[in-house]
């Protein structure tokens, strides 16, 4: 029989050294298995990090700045505004921090605040459908102090080749440079403290509709007889010539023949011939301006077959016409009188450019007018003539 003795010894002597080994094995399979363990709850923590976001997101996104009419109520944007129209409290302005698709209110350094947006476009709106050049004119929007208008005004010289010749050069073309600076437009409305502080008062309403109302008669003067000083230059304060002496620069008229009315029984051949002193390219798009008092006159007038030349539009909005072109009736434009250019007709979006910067500011002063509070509404808007040949006068005048 095998003596037990060495076999202990000998299985004794073989784990001793072994020990060491598995003491490490589970060591590194015990730190192994931690990191595993950290690794797996990180990600279960990003996993929900990120569908409460989404949640959060969820819940939130019926609440976004809208522009409509409807909920524009209800946003922080117009809520802060109008506490500022009524109180002049700007706490709600300075910790406004909003995603808008438009305008942002914003405070600026001068103590100015940037027109609600509903607010601002209501302005713009009752803007573009006031009887005004504006309506008929090209308009952008800029974000410096002016706008240059780029106007090519001459041709390239061209010729026919044939083989045997040289080909002749070409003239260059000329290109010309029409600055147009922008310029402050203000309006000033006041409503007592009392009136703001009634809940019920639509305050912005009616501030949209002061404003728009200043802003549209300024501007319609402007664009047509404005001197361009401190407002926009209007069309009819640029030099007026002769159709066939026409030059850059200046406004082509064609005479009625009689100082101060229309001549005699030939009176529609004024109006046939303003149309066709228009460049074909212009007639295209061209519009006849003139106010209530020549519209009138002009709306009497026959042509040779007993055939009014002015026929009212057939829709509802749609504007009258005069020999098929659109009328806009805009009070600025003089009387029939002599030398007067009563009538303009031309492609006003390629003869007249209006620039306007995209912001309005309101100021809000309680004191100088006590107890009532003025609202000095501003914005900026520029206009000029920018293609002389897309305009021409009528002139009441024998030549």
Request: hydrophobic share 45%; with cysteine.
């Amino acid at each position: 029989m095998t003596d037990p003795a060495p076999l202990a010894a000998g299985r004794t002597g073989t784990s001793t050294p072994d020990a060491p080994e598995l003491k490490t094995a589970l060591q590194d399979f015990t730190t192994e298995f931690g990191t595993f363990q950290a690794e797996i709850i990180r990600k279960f923590q990003q996993q929900e990090e990120r569908l409460t976001m989404l949640d959060r997101k969820t819940a939130l996104s019926p609440a976004r700045p809208v522009l409509s009419s409807a909920d524009a109520g209800a946003t922080l944007h117009h809520k802060a505004f109008d506490a500022y129209l009524r109180s002049g409290d700007d706490t709600p302005m300075r910790g406004l921090d909003l995603e808008t698709k438009g305008l942002n209110t914003q405070v600026s350094a001068d103590g100015g605040y940037l027109v609600d947006p509903e607010t601002a476009q209501a302005i713009r709106g009752v803007l573009h459908a006031t009887a005004s050049i504006r309506a008929i004119a090209s308009v952008v929007t800029v974000e410096s102090t002016s706008f240059d208008v780029l106007v090519d005004h001459t041709d390239v010289s061209t010729g026919w080749a044939t083989e045997a010749l040289d080909t002749i050069e070409s003239d260059t073309p000329r290109i010309d440079r029409i600055p147009i600076r922008l310029h402050e437009l203000s309006a000033m409305p006041k409503a007592s403290q009392r009136l703001l502080d009634d809940s019920a008062f639509d305050i912005e309403g009616w501030l949209a509709a002061r404003i728009a109302g200043k802003f549209a008669r300024a501007e319609a003067a402007a664009f047509i007889n404005g001197d361009g000083v401190d407002k926009p230059r209007g069309f009819l304060m640029h030099s007026d010539v002769p159709d066939e002496l026409w030059e850059w620069g200046n406004l082509g008229y064609i005479a009625t023949g009689a100082a101060g009315d229309f001549a005699g029984s030939n009176a529609a051949d004024a109006i046939v011939d303003l149309v066709y002193a228009l460049g074909a390219t212009y007639r295209a798009n061209a519009v006849f301006v003139m106010n209530s008092k020549t519209a009138g006159a002009v709306r009497k007038m026959k042509d040779a077959d007993g055939r009014f030349l002015w026929s009212d539009g057939l829709a509802a909005g749609e504007p009258a016409r005069l020999m098929g072109y659109p009328v806009l009736v805009a009070e600025d434009m003089p009387d029939i009188a002599n030398e007067a250019c009563a009538i303009a007709f031309g492609d006003f979006e390629a003869g007249y450019t209006i620039a306007e910067r995209p912001d309005m500011r309101v100021l809000r002063d309680p004191f100088s007018a006590k107890p009532h509070v003025l609202f000095y509404a501003t914005k900026r808007v520029g206009g000029d003539v920018s293609d002389f040949k897309a305009i021409k006068l009528l002139k009441f005048a024998e030549s």
